[in-house]
């Protein structure tokens, strides 16, 4: 059973492009979260997903970020017009959870996000 | 104030050495981890737990619910211990809020 995959592992953007991250699950997993961690600061959550559903986006930025859970193939974060300040690592992590059984999230290796 | 605190925030140690590492949280949880980063690299998960004890190798964790507190020691301390540990608690929606990590250096 493979572990959480993320591609690309190291992306580098310039400012005013698109960035996509992509997340691929455990197999059998059906919640996906993403966290952030900037350059020497902790790590941040940022959105957390079910298959085709947001279940809670409190740590977005209000701008410029969107996810996405198709029924069908990765998460995807996408962050549009890269700024410096997007620079930083994004994890993503995966848990099969369901009713009310709290379950290990699986995180993944990471994307490490350059914008130049 | 963090809603995770860790302390210390940096560690060393020779090697043999017992290790502790603790965390105070101020929300309500369903469960808190116990996460390991080489420099670099990515993230590992040591446990997850919601009541009492777990062991795992050199690798002791304990929680306390009433006290809101959990402690991480490593017993015979190893160079290749050296790592961001990082404490993380699940709450609201399943999210985790992370500590701030502590950064553990073990010398031979």
């Known amino acids: 059973n493979a572990g959480v995959m993320q591609n690309p592992r190291h992306l580098v953007r310039r400012r005013g492009q698109e960035a996509r991250l992509r997340c691929s699950p455990m197999?059998?997993?059906?919640?996906v979260y993403w966290y952030r961690q900037l350059p020497e600061e902790g790590l941040k959550f940022m959105v957390y997903?079910?298959?085709?559903?947001?279940?809670?986006e409190s740590g977005m930025p209000k701008e410029r970020f969107s996810a996405e859970f198709p029924k069908e193939g990765p998460s995807i974060l996408r962050i549009q017009q890269v700024v410096r300040g997007d620079s930083a690592a994004y994890f993503c992590?995966?848990?099969?959870?369901?009713?009310?059984?709290?379950?290990?999230?699986?995180f993944g290796p990471g994307t490490r996000l350059t914008v130049t | 104030k963090n809603e995770v605190e860790q302390s210390p925030q940096n560690l060393t140690a020779q090697e043999g050495e017992f290790i502790t590492i603790n965390c105070s949280y101020s929300?309500?949880?369903?469960?808190l981890h116990w996460l390991q980063q080489h420099p670099g690299g990515g993230i590992v998960s040591l446990f997850m737990?919601?009541?009492g004890k777990k062991k795992h190798g050199r690798l002791i964790a304990t929680i306390n619910i009433q006290e809101k507190h959990s402690s991480l020691h490593i017993t015979a301390s190893h160079p290749r211990d050296s790592a961001v540990y990082i404490c993380?608690?699940?709450?609201?929606?399943?999210?985790?809020?992370f500590g701030t990590g502590t950064r553990l250096q073990v010398f031979p």
């Open positions: 929300v309500g949880i369903s469960a």
């Open positions: 737990l919601s009541s």
């Open positions: 197999k059998g997993h059906s919640h």
């Open positions: 997903l079910q298959k085709e559903n947001i279940i809670d």
């Open positions: 993380a608690v699940r709450s609201g929606t399943d999210k985790l809020i």
């Open positions: 992590a995966s848990s099969p959870k369901s009713g009310t059984i709290t379950y290990e999230q699986y």
